[in-house]
């Protein structure tokens, strides 16, 4: 493979970010409302929770996401890591984005809650 085929930083990037949002935005319809039974990976409503210190990047990277998936509809929360994860713990959003991974003691509220945590 040679320099000129590497996929660039952008595409990249957001490959990197449909990655993560894409499976955050799966509902189990046979326990979901009608409201849900319309979510799927490039339509719907998800919230999520992101580190403040990737706004800069994942700004862009949500406003291209919901251009090319007109009917997607994502609710972003730039905060500091440790509202990130009270967030997911409270179950205020489905997914966040962040630069470390799940405690033990995270991971067991999760457990508890039947969510499988997903890294990347």
Known sequence: MTLANLPTRPTLSALLLA??????????????????????PTSGNVGISVDETFA???????????????????RVSYQPEDSVFLDLLNDKVKAVIVSRELNADEQQVLKKQDMLPVTT
């Open 19 to 40: 990655m993560c949002l894409l499976p955050s935005c799966y509902t189990d319809r046979s326990k979901g409302t009608s409201e849900d039974a319309t979510d799927t």
């Open 56 to 74: 800069p990047v994942l700004a862009s990277q949500v406003d291209t996401f919901q251009k090319l998936y007109t009917d997607a509809h994502l």
